[in-house]
């Protein structure tokens, strides 16, 4: 999988999730987003698990919390 498939992706579940439009480019992470909270990041990523065919550990879903960080733990999951 590319990088901006997994990217397009990623944005379609935020967007889903966090009820916002987003572009491909925007920072987004759950700082700046108010709606990311931790049930919708958990949500977020086990929509992400089964629509990407990956799975992270707890230790890796505390981590991820951004767009990019997410994006690249995909495509590192994907290269290994």
């Not at 700082?31 to 230790?59: P, R, Y």
């Amino acid at each position: 999988m590319q990088r901006n498939q997994i990217e397009q992706a990623v944005l379609n579940v935020l967007e889903a999730f966090l009820k916002c439009q987003l572009k491909l480019g925007d920072e987004i992470s759950r700082q700046n987003t108010a709606d990311w909270d931790s049930l919708k990041h958990m949500e977020i990523m086990f929509a992400l698990e089964e629509e990407l065919g990956v799975e992270f550990s707890e230790e890796e879903l505390a981590k991820l919390d951004s767009a990019v960080k997410i994006v690249d733990a995909v495509l590192a999951k994907h290269a290994a």
